[in-house]
């Protein structure tokens, strides 16, 4: 016969500060194992890069199927044996992909500081001489996207995130009244760090949706759209399709690489985007470049062959990962489960689990697993500005460490949850 763990906050003040004596000395001997263990990051591990090195043996020349030598300048667009990749992976048509270099971060940056600068195709200005410029964030988030915008000096506004994609209805009420508001973030397929996937549904209404500012962007950042961690390999909605229709063809910029595909540091990334969008993008990318990389384009055309070769190699990544995220779930799970102090996702794909914990006490869990070597990505850092109003929300990074690693890292944080849960309940 099993019992169901009682919820902490329903024991009495003797058997709550009995549980937390016990829970205490074993966190004192969890700090004695001596670990340095780190989950901050998402990041490929060694074994899935180990993946990709045939790609250090390529190419085995330098020309394009039309002959072209790819050492010389040229090629702005990139090399279209990758773009069409790309279109592929993407659903889109190859005329409306660009492929530059390793990182999609980069291009994020570049389509920024440029609407900044010049505007875009329908910008009334640039936004530079907006007096104002925000955009939406929907949270938690990555905080990559957010530290952007505020190196930039572009103000953040948050609105949740739920299981279909952003909360429409808080962005629809948001973008209609307020011109300052010029675009907004998602990670459309295995949010980050949520796994959310914005449904058709919810991305339909966010291209047809009224908005104050003309000239209102969606970046669209797909960095997951074929890191599956079953075998239900999840389609993105068709953002550009759907925009069209909608009759704003210039609101969604795809972006996307194989920085957790081929080799992080030296992939290759994308932009997809209306026509109008990738002609204004080359034109502003034609002052800063002569062309990117055509040879690591070439390199990973010939590695993979075509956009089944992705997919048949990230089967590989998932039969590798999968089961970290596996023990991830059973350390939470057969700790957690029934004590009422933590919820958290169980995603079908991306890099990341998400953990929410008792309001308060996601600093003091992240502090005491530092304490006892386990290093978490900082609290709040889901949020704009490092900011999270409840301090509850932690971010689980299991991707990079070996199995053991995750195992021992995670039995570690479901302790730390618990021993702040309890001194929290217990102070109270």
Not at 64 to 85: A, K
Not at 345 to 367: C, E, H, K, Q, W
Request: charged share 20%; with cysteine; aromatic share 6%.
């Amino acid at each position: 016969m099993t019992t169901t763990p009682a919820h902490l906050s329903e024991l009495s003040a003797d058997d709550l500060a009995a549980r937390l004596t016990t829970v205490q000395a074993e966190y004192e001997a969890l700090k004695a194992g001596g670990l340095k263990l780190d989950l901050t990051r998402g990041k490929p591990g060694a074994d899935q890069l180990d993946l990709s090195n045939g790609l250090l043996g390529l190419p085995t020349g330098y020309r394009d199927r039309s002959g072209t030598d790819l050492r010389n300048y040229g090629g702005l667009d990139g090399l279209v044996e990758l773009r069409e990749i790309f279109a592929d992976l993407l659903g889109v048509d190859v005329a409306n992909v660009v492929c530059g270099g390793n990182s999609s971060l980069t291009i994020m940056h570049q389509v920024l500081s440029a609407m900044l600068l010049k505007g875009g195709p329908d910008s009334p200005r640039p936004w530079s001489q907006e007096p104002v410029v925000k955009f939406i964030c929907p949270v938690p988030g990555y905080d990559r996207h957010f530290t952007m915008l505020a190196e930039l000096g572009i103000e953040m506004v948050s609105v949740p995130m739920n299981a279909d994609g952003p909360d429409v209805v808080a962005v629809r009420a948001l973008v209609a009244e307020d011109p300052s508001i010029k675009g907004m973030w998602i990670v459309p397929t295995y949010a980050n760090p949520t796994g959310a996937v914005c449904s058709t549904a919810v991305a339909a209404d966010l291209m047809a949706m009224d908005t104050a500012a003309p000239d209102f962007r969606i970046f669209w950042d797909n960095a997951y759209a074929v890191h599956h961690l079953t075998e239900e390999e999840t389609k993105s909605a068709d953002a550009l399709g759907l925009a069209a229709v909608s009759g704003h063809p210039n609101r969604p910029l795809i972006f996307a690489s194989t920085s957790k595909i081929s080799l992080a540091g030296a992939g290759v990334a994308a932009l997809a985007a209306s026509s109008e969008n990738i002609a204004w993008y080359l034109a502003r990318l034609g002052f800063a470049s002569i062309g990117p990389d055509k040879l690591n384009h070439l390199r990973h055309v010939e590695f993979f062959g075509d956009a089944n070769g992705v997919r048949a190699h990230m089967r590989k990544h998932r039969e590798l990962i999968a089961p970290k995220f596996a023990a991830v779930e059973a350390a939470l799970s057969g700790r957690l489960t029934g004590l009422g102090i933590a919820e958290w996702t169980v995603p079908t794909g991306g890099y990341f689990v998400n953990l929410d914990v008792v309001d308060g006490t996601a600093s003091r869990v992240i502090s005491l697993a530092k304490e006892a070597g386990i290093a978490l990505t900082a609290a709040g850092s889901a949020f704009p500005y490092g900011n999270d109003p409840f301090d509850r929300n932690i971010r689980l990074a299991p991707t990079f460490p070996v199995l053991a690693e995750v195992e021992a890292a995670m039995a570690g944080v479901a302790v730390c949850v618990e021993l702040a849960a309890l001194e929290s309940f217990t102070s109270a």
